[in-house]
């Protein structure tokens, strides 16, 4: 089992900046693959962005197009934390934030949901233009 829990959101103005936090407990952090989804109202759940295991200091990430250049992943293996950084944000961004832990552990990095099976609570992000 895994839990997780989403931290960091809140309201922003369109080209402001947020950190997505998401501590994790239950399974060796260092070995599972994480990643961020989101919610707009209305929608599907969308991948954002996920972020590898590994063994050694280097990490595969992945992103949607949409925030490519704007968003950044990254994990802090020592406090078992995945962030998510977003800067020059945009109204589209309004979504619930969804932090997600790989089914299995050394999974690769991997954009679909159906590769995750533990997810946090979500955290409310809102844009406004």
């Known amino acids: 089992q895994v839990q997780l829990v989403e931290s960091g959101g809140g309201l922003v103005q369109a080209g402001g900046s947020l950190k997505l936090s998401c501590a994790a407990s239950g399974r060796t952090f260092s070995s599972t693959t994480m990643g961020w989804f989101r919610q707009a109202p209305g929608k599907e759940r969308e991948f954002v962005a996920t972020?590898?295991?590994?063994?050694?200091?280097?990490?595969?990430?992945y992103y949607v197009d949409s925030v490519k250049g704007r968003f950044t992943i990254s994990r802090d293996n020592a406090k078992n934390t995945v962030y998510l950084q977003m800067n020059r944000m945009k109204p589209e961004d309004t979504a619930v934030y969804y932090c997600?832990?790989?089914?299995?552990?050394?999974?690769?990095?991997?954009?679909?949901?159906?590769?995750?099976?533990?997810w946090g609570q979500g955290t409310q992000v809102t844009v406004s233009s």
């Open positions: 972020i590898s295991w590994s063994s050694i200091w280097r990490y595969y990430v």
């Open positions: 997600a832990a790989a089914k299995y552990s050394r999974m690769d990095a991997t954009m679909s949901m159906d590769d995750y099976e533990y």
